[in-house]
């Protein structure tokens, strides 16, 4: 949720964001309109509500004769207080509804337009070169007996999947090794639960436009998690932090749940885009001047994740009108997948200033004993999906797929995975 102080002082630059992200630029100037309506009632219920305690202290004093009349001053008084009171709860409901339809404020920089409007920032490692024609994740994944897809819709229906024997093992391997670099790196080691109020929900910004991608369990009124941002961003709600000097960082694994409903026809073929899979996030609650900087160690992190597992990829700034609502401002890290010609997103991080923290009231107490709002950050450090580019990348003329040197020995030393036997 965006300060009101914002709409106050300056609501052209959320007007300026509005557009950038290509969104309805008309609710500002409601929220700004409803705002003056929330006060002046406010206002109006806080002067009847005085009139009415001085009142009542006359009442108190007055003599038998004169109580008639003023008690009767009195039961009106309590009808316009109750009005007013009313008046004002119904414009704070409307106001509350209007400013949570608006998305947080891009920052400065960020490029304009949608999806295809990112700006390539670097671009690192060399993109392997076969001497044979490569197969994709899903060949590789088949012939290596190590992802069955097949079963998996079987039991689930399209875009489930079982990892079988190394295609498990891997996947452990590079979730293990991410949390030991989290872990050294200074966060905390979190188990997070994967269904979640719809107040938390809410409050991180999920069920906006795209809530159609979340799993929802009516019968308990909790929605199942599409990643650990969700509990990690509600797990300092309604809290203060005493401390902020140094970003409170967390590192969340979890199952993560899906839809996909707006994907249809896109990536249908793999482990691309499913509706389940496992992900490690990182999440940092800072200082709202310290965001940008803590943003920047994020990304670095993640790209520390990319070279342990040699992985040519790229980093983009995401445009404004494809950040989701809670991001300010959004780098995605893109591995080479060599059969498609072509960079996917491996991970994102997301500086999402107060946007979530304001939402959730979760503050922070600063030098001079005053609460202040939080920022919260997040950060993809590993995910299902990195088998894609993993397998594709090492993928030897035999049909094996070299192991990276640094997942190894989470494998017990296996360097290669190897064709099964026919």
Known sequence: MIDLNLFRENPEQIIASQRARGKEVSLVSKVVELDQIKRTALAEFETLRAAQNAHGKLVAQASKEEKVNLVAQAQKLSSDVKEADAKAKLADEELTKTVFQIENVVMEGVPEGGADNFVVLKEVGKKPEFSFEPKDHTQLGESLDIIDIARGAKISGSRFYFLKGL???????????????ASEAGFTALITPTLVKPEVMQGTGFLGEHSAEVYYLPADDLYLT???????????????????????RYA?????????????????????????????EMFS????????????????????????CALPYRVIDVAAGDLGSSAARKYDIEAWVPTQGDFRELT??????????RRLNTRYRDKNGKTQ????????????????AILENHQQQDGSVIIPKALRPYLGGVERITPKAK
């Open 167 to 181: 295609g498990a093992r891997l996947e452990l391997a590079m979730m293990q090794m991410a949390l030991d670099q």
């Open 226 to 248: 599409g990643t650990s941002e969700v509990a990690l961003a509600g797990y300092h709600s309604d809290e203060i932090l005493e401390d902020l000097d140094t970003p409170a």
């Open 252 to 280: 969340g694994w979890s199952t993560c749940y899906r839809r996909e409903a707006g994907s249809h026809g896109k990536d249908t073929k793999g482990i691309l885009r499913v509706h389940q899979f496992n992900k490690l």
């Open 285 to 308: 609650y800072c200082k709202p001047e310290d965001a940008e900087k803590e943003h920047q160690k994020l990304m670095a992190w993640q790209e520390q994740m990319l070279e342990k």
């Open 348 to 357: 994102s991080t997301s500086n999402c200033t107060t946007f979530q923290a």
């Open 373 to 388: 709002i939080a920022a919260t950050l997040n950060g993809t450090l590993a995910t299902t999906r990195w088998l894609v």
